[in-house]
């Protein structure tokens, strides 16, 4: 019996699809536990014993789903995105002509050429609706699905009742109007929005896949003395592998020979490259400098760290709380209602209402499910989100879900990762400090040409600084770099060294109390000294460090103002930590942290309230899948970006208030558009069953019910676009 089994789920188009498929499977005595994923469409089942397979898939079949073991779920995902774009693309290209003959142009046989139109738009593209609505009212359940199929129903069947039997209609001095237009263009809109949302969705499935691809698909084998290129799949635990200058490291491994910098920002998110010598370890994905090493080695497949932040990152979409959409949860309650209500006025009119009854009944009847159509209720939401999301555009915030939108509005905490997000994310020379009688133009004369030579991350920032400052290019011999600890080299007759603390006590000197006080107050500051020397002693501190984004503290205070609480998380040390958040003003902070402790943090303020995580690295991936909203920078990593539910494109932290303001807004409007939508049902859903009628002898037509739901949509779009004027 396998300790957990993996199915791909087909058929679910929403939030509470999934939940129905786990109570269903959680039912079964074989079934521990289960969960369902609607963004993977994929269900993980924790089996007790004697579970067959078959088993599982035919509840799942019963229950109007279905289970695909070929296709992989990027070609399902796309495969159901092409569907739902060919339906819409049809049923809108005959709702248009149907909209045009019902509203402006009259021919003979005219009911009979909607009703031709119609009939495969209700039944052909919108067979998804009926089908879910069937399957619901097998389990006595309801949703969007119900509601959609009962009001595209009711129309279309009275229409058509109207087209053949004209008579019997007018004969009860009842306008013969039909509605085969409300029919198709429900419809239409709806496939409109499941598309949408079936785009959306396939983005979900982008950032496993890039982080897939993280690992070279090759690599070199060292065996028996000769170099080979193999599959990287194929290594085995105590390989020796080559890693030559800028290659990505394959695979886990042990440095056996050799020694570099080694970009490990992937997982510790820091921009600093790590030394590595032998018996260091490497990691797979990450990049090498410009040394050539050989490495053994030590984890393969699924052990190895990458592939352990590619399942952090799967497990997370499971974590997420299924966001039941407010739409669903009214249907389940409203759907019954309203059928009831309507088989209501059907039985009073008919058994009590005058002549002729029959008919009096059938528009009744009609009635009450037209006037209940979900058109407004279907745009309150999808027409918010779609104007709020252009406004976010505007301002360069990508927000990819409606999820996303509604939950932001709830935000109790948000978490940042340091490097790349409240810092800049590159090195730069932050300070020179001349020691005794040297001037700084002096002291970066000598640093960079010496550093010119090496690849050392700092050389780049000293090559930018010494651009800028015009500093020239001369001659040095007798260079050297001494691996870890610093470099050498003589320059116009004069043996000059720059390094590290440790490589200038290796000399059998010591710093004095001054210099001291000045180079570990570097290290407080959260920057990486080096010490500049020659014979005589040292001759300045040069300090290299990331830079704070001059928006951070506004955003933290604004943060605060909004009653938001800001946390920092970083693979920084505990004094890079502690100096980066006082600068900006956060109070609390976590130092030392790895993708899954980074994953794990977000999962514990998670259960306190809605959190959002702001990243922008491969390793803060997990955590923003993790996350009830991720927010990535825009000029972090594609993973990062793929990971997210939201993008702050021009890389600029002040959106993120502008973010959570234009949330709140847009749930304002949302809730004022659920309101519009059913405020004619509940006032009109009375009328129309008849409620008038014995006081003053009026009754509603199926066409006042139309023109009530027109009224509310227009409501509803007309409320929607006041957020084109949104200001932060």
Not at 468 to 486: L, Q, Y
Not at 582 to 589: N, S, T
Request: net charge neutral; with cysteine.
């Amino acid at each position: 019996m396998p300790e957990k089994i993996e199915l791909p789920i087909t058929g679910m188009n929403c939030a509470a699809c999934a939940a129905r498929i786990e109570r269903e499977l959680r039912k079964m005595d074989s079934v521990q536990e289960a969960r369902v994923n609607f963004p993977l469409k994929k269900a993980v089942i924790l089996p007790k014993t004697d579970l067959e397979l078959k088993q599982v898939v035919a509840l799942i079949r019963d229950i109007g789903y279905d289970v695909d073991m070929e296709a992989d779920v990027t070609v399902r995902a796309h495969k159901e995105e092409a569907g739902l774009r060919r339906d819409f693309t049809w049923a809108v290209s005959l709702s248009v002509p149907i909209m045009i003959f019902s509203m402006w142009m009259v021919l003979p046989w005219n009911n009979f050429i909607l009703l031709a139109l119609t009939i495969p738009v209700q039944f052909y593209f919108g067979q998804r609706f009926h089908t879910s609505a069937l399957i619901n009212l097998k389990h006595f359940t309801a949703d969007m699905n119900t509601l959609i199929s009962v009001g595209t129903s009711a129309a279309f069947f009275y229409s058509a009742f109207v087209t053949f039997f004209p008579h019997v209609i007018s004969a009860a001095g009842v306008s013969t109007m039909t509605y085969f237009d409300s029919s198709a263009m429900i419809i239409s809109l709806i496939l409109l929005g499941r598309y949408f949302e079936s785009k959306a969705k396939t983005r979900t499935y982008a950032a496993i896949k890039l982080l897939y691809e993280l690992s070279p698909k090759e690599c070199v084998l060292l065996k028996d003395g000769m170099e080979t290129r193999v599959p990287t799949d194929t290594l085995e635990v105590g390989d020796t592998v080559l890693i030559r200058p800028g290659e990505k490291v394959p695979i886990d491994g042990a440095v056996l020979t050799g020694s570099t910098y080694v970009d490990e920002s992937m997982i510790t998110g820091e921009s600093m490259p790590v030394h590595k010598k032998p018996d260091d370890e490497v990691v797979g994905g990450t990049i090498n400098g410009k040394g050539s090493i050989t490495i053994r080695t030590t984890r393969i497949g699924s052990d190895t760290v990458l592939a352990r932040v590619i399942r952090l990152v799967e497990e997370a979409q499971f974590t997420k709380a299924p966001v039941q959409r407010l739409a669903d949860k009214v249907a389940g309650v409203f759907v019954p209602c309203v059928i009831v209500v309507a088989i209501c006025a059907f039985l009073v009119w008919f058994f009590f209402g005058p002549e002729p009854r029959i008919t009096n009944a059938i528009l009744s009847f009609v009635s009450v499910l037209i006037i209940a159509c979900p058109c407004a209720l279907g745009l309150a939401t999808p027409t918010a989100i779609m104007v709020a999301t252009g406004a976010g555009a505007r301002r360069g915030i990508l927000i990819k879900s409606a999820e996303a939108l509604e939950l932001t509005n709830r935000t109790k905490t948000v978490l940042f990762d340091k490097t790349g997000t409240l810092t800049e994310g590159v090195i730069v020379l932050a300070d020179v400090v001349p020691l005794g009688a040297f001037d700084e133009k002096g002291i970066l004369r000598i640093a960079f040409n010496l550093e010119k030579q090496s690849e050392h991350p700092f050389s780049e920032a000293l090559r930018k600084k010494a651009r800028e400052s015009d500093i020239p290019s001369i001659d040095v011999s007798d260079f050297e770099a001494v691996a870890g600890r610093g470099i050498k080299g003589t320059i116009e007759g004069i043996a000059y060294r720059m390094g590290n603390r440790a490589f200038y006590e290796e000399e059998g000197r010591r710093l004095d109390d001054r210099t001291t006080d000045l180079y570990e107050g570097r290290e407080e500051a959260a920057a990486s000294p080096v010490l500049l020397w020659s014979d005589p002693g040292p001759m300045a501190i040069l300090a290299f460090s990331d830079t704070v984004r001059e928006e951070a503290a506004w955003v933290i205070k604004q943060l605060r103002e909004m009653d938001v609480e800001p946390v920092m998380i970083t693979g920084d040390s505990q004094n890079g930590a502690k100096t980066i958040s006082g600068r900006i003003g956060i109070e609390r902070y976590f130092h030392r942290i790895l993708p899954d402790g980074k994953a794990a943090i977000v999962e514990d303020f998670r259960k306190k309230g809605v959190t959002v995580m702001v990243g922008d690295g491969i390793n803060d991936a997990p955590s923003l899948a993790a996350a009830d909203i991720g927010v990535a920078m825009g000029k972090g990593t594609d993973i990062a970006i793929e990971s997210a539910d939201v993008v702050l494109m021009k890389g600029q932290l002040s959106r993120l208030v502008s973010l959570i303001k234009l949330s709140r807004k847009t749930m304002r409007v949302i809730r004022q558009n659920l309101f519009w939508a059913f405020i004619y049902n509940v006032l009109g859903i009375p009328i129309a069953f008849g409620a008038l009628y014995p006081f003053f002898g009026i009754r509603m037509e199926p066409v006042f019910g139309a023109v009530a739901m027109v009224v509310s949509s227009i409501s509803v779009v007309s409320n929607s676009l006041r957020l084109k004027f949104f200001k932060d």
